[in-house]
């Protein structure tokens, strides 16, 4: 478990090795873009390799694994097959 503390917002979670990027991209959007919570559960090859999720130190609200949100799917054109 990783926590950062960005402004208000307070981090945490885990990335496989490789994704710190991610990490990256999600803290900026509480430190540049005004974003008051988020969660984020990266997904490759059928392996969880990363969850993170934030906390507002000045709210009570937590992002949780209940927590419900939107869903957002990517799909890379080389992660499944086709079959005729």
């Known amino acids: 478990m ?3 503390v960005v402004g208000q917002t ?4 885990h990335l496989t090795k490789g994704f710190k990027t991610v990490w990256d991209a999600f803290a900026e959007n509480f430190s540049n873009r005004s974003e008051v919570g988020g969660g984020c559960c990266i997904y490759r090859q059928g392996a969880t390799v990363g969850r ?5 130190m000045a709210s009570d609200f937590a992002v ?5 949100s939107v869903i957002f799917v990517a ?3 080389d992660s499944y097959a086709i079959q005729s």
């Open 75 to 77: 799909i890379s054109p």
């Open 2 to 4: 990783t926590l950062a």
């Open 10 to 13: 307070r981090i945490r979670g």
């Open 64 to 68: 949780r694994r209940a927590t419900r």
């Open 52 to 56: 993170i999720g934030s906390v507002s």
